[in-house]
């Protein structure tokens, strides 16, 4: 895996990223301050005019022990699993063995919706956009309450209708995992199957895998913590979130998400259809403001990410994911292909301020907007 940075110096190949490099040693001198304050572990990313300009670890895997987190340590990434679903399903229809309008029913015979003709319309560019119409979350307290995922599709008929598909914005998890049903049929096997031999395995993400078991056979791993009064204490990892692979079902490394982000800059044009990527990254659906309300503007979301602009500069594309005891961050600006990736074994705010850093940082050393889309 060339250009990889395993510690703290700075490659010299590409004197365009070399200049930017401020941004990749302050946010190294971040995370650094915030393990020594106590912060469990984390890995880091940057990115910077598409060259791998930092890749690290910090702190233990779990604490009390000795273990180091490294660059390829694996997390669980919750919700930027999303992304992964989104790429997947642009393989297909790159094949041209399905369709971004694709509708739900009947290619899914098994689905029937509370409204008949509403439900009808649905299709899964709306799953991917998080624009079915339906209410927001829909049944995700029942994945958390240890109810079989299939036992909750059956519920799907009594979820009601807050507007008509593509008209509105709201954030799903059990419904964005038909998306995955819709490709196991598609391609003829099965969903995180396909994900390894199209995306992992081409991309080189050699530490990526799906679920729970795997994530438990994974030797150079992390442990979840939350906070308690004397600090940190260690957790299982929540199972319930991987019953949803789509939505939630990725483990992967830093190293891997690097590679991960350079197949959205283009640079894996033979995995990943760049026209496609286009599609996916442009904005979709107006979205809420999420965790950064009082700093973005244009916050939308596109096929599987994010997208916003930040202090009048245009093109960033962001998911975060949450699941109990873990924190992810990936966002990047896909016009210059600057970037981070920020994995926590910890639920800390500290994931939500380095993207402010980045953000900040990035205003600083980027003056020139990008091109409005």
Same mark, same amino acid.
């Given at each position: 895996?060339?250009?990889?940075?395993?510690?703290?110096?700075?490659?010299?190949?590409? $004197? /365009?990223? #070399?200049?930017?490099?401020?941004?990749? +040693?302050? *946010?190294?001198?971040?995370?650094?301050?915030?393990?020594? %304050? @106590?912060?469990?572990? $984390? /890995?880091? #990313?940057?990115?910077?005019?598409?060259? +791998?300009? *930092?890749?690290?670890?910090?702190?233990?895997?779990?604490? %009390? @022990?000795?273990?180091?987190?490294?660059? #390829?340590?694996?997390?669980?990434?919750?919700?930027?699993?999303?992304?992964?679903?989104?790429?997947?399903?642009?393989?297909?229809?790159?094949?041209?063995?399905?369709?971004?309008?694709?509708?739900?029913?009947?290619?899914?015979?098994?689905?029937?919706?509370?409204?008949?003709?509403?439900?009808?319309?649905?299709?899964?560019?709306?799953?991917?956009?998080?624009?079915?119409?339906?209410?927001?979350?829909?049944?995700?307290?029942?994945?958390?309450?240890?109810?079989?995922?299939?036992?909750?599709?059956?519920?799907?008929?009594?979820?009601?209708?807050?507007?008509?598909?593509?008209?509105?914005?709201?954030?799903?998890?059990?419904?964005?995992?038909?998306?995955?049903?819709?490709?196991?049929?598609?391609?003829?096997?099965?969903?995180?199957?396909?994900?390894?031999?199209?995306?992992?395995?081409?991309?080189?993400?050699?530490?990526?895998?799906?679920?729970?078991?795997?994530?438990?056979?994974?030797?150079?791993?992390?442990?979840?913590?939350?906070?308690?009064?004397?600090?940190?204490?260690?957790?299982?990892?929540?199972?319930?979130?991987?019953?949803?692979?789509?939505?939630?079902?990725?483990?992967?490394?830093?190293?891997?998400?690097?590679?991960?982000?350079?197949?959205?800059?283009?640079?894996?044009?033979?995995?990943?259809?760049?026209?496609?990527?286009?599609?996916?990254?442009?904005?979709?659906?107006?979205?809420?403001?999420?965790?950064?309300?009082?700093?973005?503007?244009?916050?939308?979301?596109?096929?599987?990410?994010?997208?916003?602009?930040?202090?009048?500069?245009?093109?960033?594309?962001?998911?975060?994911?949450?699941?109990?005891?873990?924190?992810?961050?990936?966002?990047?600006?896909?016009?210059?292909?600057?970037?981070?990736?920020?994995?926590?074994?910890?639920?800390?705010?500290?994931?939500?301020?380095?993207?402010?850093?980045?953000?900040?940082?990035?205003?600083?050393?980027?003056?020139?907007?990008?091109?409005?889309?």
């Amino acid at each position: 895996m060339a250009g990889l940075v395993l510690g703290v110096s700075m490659m010299v190949s590409s $004197a /365009s990223a #070399a200049e930017h490099d401020e941004i990749a +040693i302050n *946010l190294d001198q971040y995370v650094k301050k915030a393990v020594k %304050g @106590g912060l469990p572990g $984390a /890995s880091l #990313a940057v990115i910077i005019n598409g060259d +791998i300009r *930092l890749l690290r670890g910090y702190g233990v895997t779990k604490v %009390g @022990g000795s273990e180091k987190v490294n660059s #390829a340590t694996v997390f669980p990434l919750a919700s930027i699993s999303k992304t992964f679903a989104s790429a997947a399903v642009s393989i297909l229809v790159d094949q041209g063995v399905i369709e971004w309008d694709t509708h739900v029913v009947p290619y899914l015979d098994e689905i029937t919706f509370s409204d008949i003709d509403l439900g009808k319309n649905i299709t899964l560019r709306h799953l991917l956009s998080h624009t079915t119409g339906l209410v927001p979350q829909a049944y995700s307290d029942l994945l958390e309450d240890n109810v079989r995922y299939g036992r909750i599709l059956k519920m799907l008929p009594r979820v009601k209708f807050v507007c008509d598909p593509g008209k509105c914005y709201g954030y799903q998890n059990i419904v964005y995992n038909l998306a995955a049903d819709m490709l196991t049929l598609a391609a003829g096997m099965d969903f995180a199957t396909f994900v390894r031999e199209q995306m992992f395995v081409p991309l080189n993400m050699q530490h990526a895998s799906y679920g729970l078991e795997q994530f438990k056979k994974t030797p150079n791993k992390v442990t979840p913590h939350v906070r308690v009064k004397s600090g940190w204490a260690a957790v299982k990892p929540a199972p319930y979130y991987y019953r949803v692979p789509a939505a939630a079902g990725v483990n992967a490394s830093a190293q891997d998400l690097a590679q991960w982000m350079l197949a959205q800059f283009g640079h894996y044009p033979t995995v990943l259809n760049p026209d496609l990527l286009e599609i996916m990254h442009k904005p979709h659906i107006r979205a809420n403001q999420y965790r950064y309300r009082a700093k973005l503007s244009n916050v939308y979301y596109g096929l599987g990410w994010r997208t916003f602009d930040y202090k009048e500069i245009s093109g960033f594309v962001h998911h975060g994911g949450w699941v109990r005891g873990i924190r992810t961050e990936m966002l990047f600006n896909r016009y210059t292909q600057t970037g981070m990736v920020f994995l926590t074994n910890s639920e800390t705010v500290i994931a939500r301020e380095i993207v402010l850093r980045f953000l900040d940082l990035y205003n600083s050393h980027f003056t020139v907007p990008s091109p409005k889309q």
